[in-house]
């Protein structure tokens, strides 16, 4: 008894040497900052100064600040038409890239995956070069088809944030695509063969296989492309600054302009600027919710 | 006024120092020239051109140790209310070595800094660089045309517009994105005021006191600018553009003028075609041709002193401050810099204004030769309130549609008047003050 009980105080002192600076490190930079968050939603604080308490003022505020709305409204619209179009790209060049034995296949994986490698910065100035209303790629283009091509793409209420949507699907589908590839490559093969023998058709084996085993691969990438959406806004910060006439505002723009200001709005709100934190993070855990009602989360075993 | 500074008292002052487009040469011979002079005196210099992420770091963080003694003045009315930052008024009573028994004050540029404008009657930053904002175009192509290289008023300047719109160029481009056209035309409030004998004006302005986004001179301001849109003096490809695309159309002559500041000639060096000469001039929005034109300048470059910090290590750092001011080290500034000098004084040597380059001469020349008043804007209270950024977030929204004479101003300047209104009102200092 005593040789097991001392194994069983050794199998906790291991399991506390191992877990304990990783838990230390996710309370220390996720938790304790996040928690913080929820103190200083209740703030009026510019980040030097005297904290301010001001109960639920930064909540009822939310609520009637138009902004918000407007911002939200524009993140639904990527949301509508990032992810689905980045998930039919990626899935259909995953499964050509799979099924199909290009030569150039590793080349191509390597191509659609390089936009990940890129920084954020340089793919913003890259779009923009392609926007550009003067001396665009875009424009260079209508005009040698004689469409036109004197289009001010960013400078357009009508078109600005439309013209996010390929930039965004652009930078997310390459890593899509290496994910459901190699999601792809776990899928048995007698399965394929069993239905290619029933004369099945390439179409409904990949609807009838290829997607449903897929559906939890995909799930995960639905969750990530939504967070990824509604956290991001660099694109916009580079590129638009949330303009013209605030037609490119997101949300996460939006709180990031009252916590660290732009050239612009110089100030600091860390208040309301974590109120408004506290709203996106409540978005994505319903949002999470919703996702889980859709999609089954039981794991298919082959 | 005289401090007393004695060689034997050691001391190191921690040093933030902003790596910028001005370059670090003339620090590092001010340092250089002051260890010489000061060997009891020694430097712990940290120098970044994102020295601002780690002086707001070092100021949230509450450990007066740490911070530095001297640093970059990114931020102030913050600190300043939260009573962080030394007064540096008492810098500009005192004389440099190289100008014995005049003050400071007496020497800097009238408008470059003006103390008593500043924030709760002190001066809480000290000056390296101004920039003068205004109207930047290239001076070969407006004398191969005969186009006014300097309106006298805003008839004339309206009679370029045409005159260049007439050659099928645009007559004016800007940084939309981030508002650029704040350069050339944010302080013709004051002009209008001016102009209109309004004396309450500044007062209102500097206590909000009033309507701000819709008073009489900010409608006229915003109704012209829009008119120029729709004319077309203003182009619409502004809207949506970067300083440097902007910047881009104007050195291949697709567009004539560009709203920026006097950083213009040395951010395009790289750019500029052969032959390409940068001139200057505000834009005129009074018709009394005696003026006065009030012309956007600001800091650039300033330094801070931390209010927590031995008073040894304060005294030393306004020393070290005032021997910015020489002309010895005001000249690398503006010869490798590209600033503009903040004494006036500078030009009364030949060699030094024989060095000066073609944009710092045009706008010497301008200053010189016009009714500048140059116009810091300075606020004497500030709005912390939410709907203050709020009503700022309306304007910056949708001024480069207003400007390009696609929405009108109207509407947007109410707007923008409701949330400042709100803001004031809510704002407790504002009212304590007002």
């Known amino acids: ?302 | 006024m005289r401090m007393d500074f004695q060689k034997n008292e050691k001391v190191t002052l921690k040093v933030g120092l902003l790596e910028s487009g001005y370059g670090r040469e003339w620090f590092d011979l001010a340092v250089k020239r002051f260890t010489e002079k000061y060997p009891n005196v020694q430097f712990d210099i940290t120098a970044s051109p994102k020295i601002g992420d780690l002086i707001s770091t070092k100021a949230s963080a509450g450990n007066d140790n740490d911070m530095f003694d001297l640093f970059y003045g990114a931020t102030w009315t913050e600190y300043v209310n939260a009573n962080k930052l030394e007064p540096v008024t008492d810098i500009f009573e005192m004389s440099p070595d190289d100008a014995p028994g005049r003050k400071l004050n007496d020497l800097i540029v009238p408008g470059f800094n003006d103390p008593e404008k500043y924030y709760k009657d002190n001066a809480w930053v000290f000056p390296i660089a101004n920039y003068v904002g205004g109207m930047f175009f290239d001076q070969k192509l407006f004398d191969e045309n005969g186009w006014n290289k300097n309106p006298k008023t805003y008839d004339e300047f309206i009679q370029l517009c045409e005159a260049i719109q007439s050659k099928g160029i645009d007559p004016i481009v800007y940084a939309g994105l981030y508002n650029y056209a704040q350069f050339a035309f944010d302080t013709k409030i004051f002009e209008i005021a001016d102009e209109r004998g309004n004396k309450q004006f500044r007062n209102d302005f500097e206590y909000y006191n009033g309507p701000q986004y819709t008073s009489p001179e900010s409608i006229e301001v915003y109704k012209r600018l829009h008119d120029m849109g729709k004319k077309g003096y203003i182009s619409k490809k502004s809207v949506g553009m970067n300083h440097t695309q902007s910047q881009m159309l104007v050195l291949q002559h697709k567009a004539a003028m560009v709203p920026s500041g006097d950083w213009i000639e040395n951010e395009m060096k790289e750019t500029a075609p052969d032959g390409f000469q940068w001139g200057y001039m505000a834009v005129p929005f009074t018709n009394n041709p005696n003026g006065p034109i009030y012309v956007t300048n600001g800091l650039s470059y300033s330094f801070e002193i931390w209010a927590a910090k031995p008073d040894l290590n304060k005294k030393w750092a306004k020393q070290f401050l005032l021997s910015l001011m020489s002309n010895e080290i005001q000249q690398v500034l503006v010869e490798k810099g590209g600033a503009l000098p903040l004494r006036k004084d500078y030009l009364d040597d030949q060699t030094r204004a024989d060095q000066m380059k073609p944009l710092q001469k045009s706008i010497a020349t301008y200053l010189k030769d016009n009714p500048v008043v140059l116009e810091l804007k300075n606020r004497k209270i500030e709005l912390t309130d939410p709907d203050n950024m709020a009503s700022l977030k309306v304007i910056v929204d949708n001024m480069a549609l207003v400007l390009t004479g696609q929405e009108d101003p109207e509407p947007i300047l109410e707007d923008a008047e409701k949330l400042l209104q709100n803001a004031i009102a809510k704002d407790k200092k504002a009212q304590n003050k007002a």
């Not at chain 1, 191509?111 to 070069?129: D, E, R």
């Open chain 1, 1 to 302: 008894m005593p040789m097991l009980k001392n194994a069983r105080l050794q199998k906790s002192i291991f399991l506390f040497i191992v877990v304990a600076p990783a838990f230390a490190a996710y309370v220390l930079f996720t938790l304790y900052p996040n928690a913080l968050s929820i103190y200083y939603s209740f703030l009026e604080w510019d980040g030097i100064g005297a904290k301010t308490f001001v109960g639920w003022d930064n909540y009822i505020r939310l609520f009637h600040d138009p902004f918000i709305l407007r911002a939200l409204g524009h993140n639904l619209i990527l949301l509508v038409t990032v992810i689905p179009i980045t998930l039919i790209i990626s899935l259909v060049l995953a499964d050509l890239l799979i099924n199909r034995a290009f030569a150039e296949n590793s080349f191509y994986k390597v191509l659609y995956f390089f936009p990940n490698v890129l920084s954020l910065v340089v793919i913003a100035l890259v779009w923009s070069f392609i926007y550009d209303g003067t001396f665009g790629l875009l424009n260079g283009i209508l005009r040698a088809l004689g469409l036109g091509g004197e289009h001010n793409w960013l400078g357009s209420k009508g078109t600005a944030l439309l013209s996010m949507i390929p930039l965004y699907v652009w930078c997310y589908a390459g890593f899509y695509v290496v994910i459901f590839m190699n999601a792809m490559r776990g899928i048995p093969k007698s399965l394929y063969e069993s239905a290619t023998l029933d004369g099945i058709t390439h179409m409904q084996r990949f609807s009838k296989i290829t997607l449903p085993l897929l559906s939890g691969v995909i799930r995960v990438g639905v969750i990530f492309l939504m967070l990824s959406v509604i956290k991001g806004f660099e694109y916009m910060f580079i590129m638009t600054q949330g303009g013209p006439g605030g037609a490119t505002d997101v949300i996460s723009l939006y709180m990031f302009n009252f916590a660290f200001g732009s050239l612009n709005l110089g100030q600091h709100i860390y208040g309301y600027a974590s109120t408004i934190g506290m709203m996106i993070f409540v978005l994505l855990v319903g949002l999470k919710l919703i996702l889980d009602k859709f999609f089954a989360k039981d794991s298919i075993e082959y």
